[in-house]
């Protein structure tokens, strides 16, 4: 999955720096991720969420705040509404560069900011929040009583949080006292989920009733059961963010393309000979050729075993495309090549990589080459892979009374 970094300029005048998580196959669409109070773009649910996403098919931009990460500027003059800012700026730079984002994301603090960025935000057709608050005040409810009376006493005071020292300003306090949060919601006219752990002991779960109240349909809520605030657990972060793709498919518009297509094969039969524990005849209209496990699981080895049949459907289909794509543009491809393996990962929910690797051959500059491997992605067997499929079965009958009449 393809990763790459994206800076926009804040309205402030300082950089933001992002990254974009690439779907491998073409966008169902675009989404920005806004994390948590003090986490960045880095954090672990920020990174589980945009990569599962991605690999649902819709690309994610995460990004850092203002003083965070890599970001410019600094945390101690960033406000709740300067955060909805940026939000806003990611958008329009998005936008500008051919993603414009229809899915908003956000956790904890994050998910305050993208209620209240939406109404600003005419693209958008769906928003998302996990474990975030009702009021944005509650952030304040992280600072002790001695911190806030420093604050709100000398304008300004160093507070730990996360374990991490930050100078905040009494400008923050303030800011976050005046927002009406519950009003945006209100007023949000989108589609909207809402993800919240009953026992998350940082932002209780009664926020998540309250933004749910305020809300007007369509609205959605999902329990994230034992989770914690900040997904620290893998699996919470992943099934998340498979709620989220799922449901987000809903409402983003239906995806629409222009891509080479291979001609429709004909039905594959698979036969057993009797020879060896596994061997199978195939044949698919004029063709013949075998099947096989390896020896090392019982098999004799003289054929390709299933999974290999599959990796040489997507290095076929990725050849193929490339070609055909390739003198559609008129491009001087001499020759591609494509090698397919496949492994399992058994920590991820999506257990299976296919990794590929492509071979260009011929004058080509960095810009064709770019191309022809962004059209491989997209060939019709990678997004059979990516998106799946449904696989109706169904006994023949006919054939097994065929079969008990002989044996009579």
């Not at 998302?128 to 944005?136: G, I, K």
Request: net charge negative.
């Amino acid at each position: 999955m393809a990763s790459q970094s994206f800076e926009f300029q804040s309205p402030k005048g300082y950089r933001l720096s992002g990254r974009i998580e690439q779907p491998e196959t073409t966008p169902r669409g675009w989404a920005i991720l806004a994390h948590c109070f003090t986490c960045g773009k880095e954090s672990l649910a920020s990174v589980r969420v945009a990569r599962a996403l991605a690999l649902n098919g819709i690309g994610v931009l995460r990004f850092d705040f203002a003083g965070l990460g890599t970001s410019g500027g600094a945390f101690a003059d960033a406000t709740f509404a300067a955060d909805v800012g940026d939000l806003v700026a990611a958008g329009a730079a998005m936008a500008a560069s051919g993603m414009a984002p229809t899915l908003l994301i956000g956790h904890s603090l994050g998910g305050a900011a993208v209620l209240a960025a939406a109404g600003e935000m005419p693209m958008i057709k769906a928003v998302a929040t996990v474990a975030a608050p009702s009021d944005v005040a509650h952030v304040l409810h992280h600072f002790d009583a001695d911190s806030l009376r420093r604050i709100e006493a000398e304008g300004e005071a160093e507070v730990s949080l996360a374990n991490r020292p930050f100078i905040l300003r009494k400008g923050f306090i303030d800011d976050v006292r005046r927002h009406d949060l519950e009003a945006h919601i209100a007023k949000l006219h989108r589609p909207l989920l809402i993800l919240h752990a009953p026992r998350d002991t940082t932002v209780g779960i009664e926020n998540a009733g309250r933004i749910f109240a305020a809300a007007k349909h369509p609205k959605s809520f999902v329990s994230l059961d034992d989770a914690d605030h900040l997904l620290t657990r893998r699996a919470d972060a992943d099934y998340a963010a498979t709620i989220i793709s799922a449901w987000a498919l809903r409402c983003l518009p239906p995806l629409m393309e222009d891509l080479p297509q291979v001609e429709e094969a004909h039905g594959v039969i698979a036969e057993e000979t009797g020879k060896g524990a596994y061997q199978l005849a195939m044949r698919s209209g004029r063709h013949r050729f075998l099947a096989d496990e390896p020896e090392s699981v019982g098999g004799m080895g003289s054929g390709l075993s299933p999974y290999e049949l599959v990796s040489a459907g997507l290095a076929a289909c990725t050849t193929m495309t490339m070609r055909m794509y390739a003198e559609r543009k008129g491009y001087r491809l001499t020759r591609a090549r494509t090698v397919v393996t496949h492994s399992k990962r058994p920590d991820e929910v999506r257990a299976d990589l296919f990794t590929r690797t492509i071979t260009l051959e011929g004058p080509l500059d960095d810009e064709q080459r770019q191309k022809i491997l962004a059209i491989a992605d997209r060939c019709p067997v990678d997004l059979t892979l990516i998106r799946g499929s449904d696989i109706e079965t169904s006994l023949n009958d006919s054939e097994a009374n065929t079969a008990a009449l002989a044996s009579s």
